[in-house]
């Protein structure tokens, strides 16, 4: 009997994607301007968009987004309360804090510097045209007063309905340090919890199985709805935001692991694959967090009671993706308006995107909220954020694969830092693929 050789999940999803996005290309192509086109099967017209686009591609898609979300709140629960308990130092806790926020917030001004660096070299306003339509609803932020005070919960059981992340994470922590502190009762039910987390990853990989048909699903109704010539009339500035966004996640990234970590780069890079093309198909940095979590324990080598506190946290307030869009985004908005910006104006710009990265954590539609008001800190019209919309979904799905690659790398520095990380899985190749094998076929 023949053995029977299976491809890895990163070359599903990567077929699942390129064929999503062939097909999503033809049905746009058969659909054009008329909006809607039928094929006739008889005794009825069939819809191409809306039984397709509309029906199948969307209902695949949301059920797979849906399924991956209903993940996020019991896995931060259960790995938080699971690592803080088996904390053997309670200043542990303070320190892995204090490195992980130190280290996002670095990132972040790294990132939005680099953006705007670029954007000045480039000058991708040059020669726009500003709409007469612009128009943008701008949502005020809460202040950095009232976030600090609304990230402890008055109902943590209502938080964890309504996804609110820091305040699952302060309760887990909490409820963890109890655990540890109880003795024998703590110790009795911090063995379910440790039963109960590998029952949620197991329950991660069926998900990342079937991870294929939604990331095609997505692809194919993105394609079909996609309006290629809004792309082509902000072509600068796209290029410009993806070459930063390129530029962060593989040199900025890989200089920071070498320097803080001694890891290698093109290692880490390699066995980012997954969780990378994952955030890109969702363009959800909490969707993600499961394949990211099993990402940075399983095939990077960080201890769980590192990851299940550094990846959650990065997810809510990690924003290198979105501080990039900022910084091209300001100049750009700055040059189709005919505004000069001062050098103080620019230092402005990097300080308030870098603190509203955890200032607007949790905050519905977190990119333009923090666009908005880094734009009213330096007196430019908020309505120049509704020239970007149009291109903003392709560039969000790759601002979150960096999001999702700053997470796992802070996860790594931070992990080799307190001694808890494993050089043994991070150097072998082999194990992740093994470890895919063996999910797949059970």
Known sequence: MTKRTSLSLTSRIMIGMVFGILLGSVLKFIIGDAGERYISLGLFDLAIKG???????????????????????????????????????????GRLGGKSIALYLLTTAIAITVAISL????????????PTDATFDNKSAPSLVQVIINMFPTNPISAMANGN???????????????????????????????????????????????????????????TTIEVGVILSLGKYFLVVLFALIIHAFINYSILLKLLAN???????????????????????????????????????????????????????????????????TVFIAQVFAVDLSISDYLMVILTATLASVGTAGVPGVGLIMLAMVLNQVGLPVEGIAIIMGVDRLLDMTRTAVNVTGDCMVTCVVAKSEGEFDQNIFNDMNAAKELEEINFKK
């Open 51 to 93: 039984f397709f686009v509309d029906g199948l591609f969307h209902i695949g898609g949301a059920i797979f987004i849906a399924s991956l979300k209903m993940l996020v709140v019991p896995l931060v629960f259960i790995s938080l309360v699971c690592g803080t308990c088996n904390l053997s130092d309670p200043a542990k806790l």
């Open 119 to 130: 954007a000045l070299f480039f000058s991708p306003g040059d020669g726009v045209a500003i």
């Open 263 to 329: 890891l290698s780069p093109l290692t880490f890079l390699m066995k980012m694959k997954d969780a990378a093309l994952f955030a890109f198909s969702t363009s959800s940095s909490s969707a993600t967090m499961p394949i990211t979590l099993e990402t940075a324990t399983k095939k990077l080598g960080a201890k769980n009671s590192v990851a299940s506190f550094t990846v959650p946290l990065g997810a809510t307030i990690n924003m290198d993706g979105t501080a990039i869009m900022q910084g091209v985004a």
């Open 165 to 223: 992340m820091l305040q699952v994470i302060v309760f887990s922590l909490l409820f963890g340090i109890a655990l540890a502190l109880s003795g024998e009762p703590g110790k009795r039910l911090g063995l379910i919890f440790d039963d109960l987390n590998v029952i949620i990853l197991k329950l991660v990989t069926l998900l990342m199985n079937v991870a294929p048909i939604g990331v095609f699903c997505l692809m194919a109704k993105l394609f």
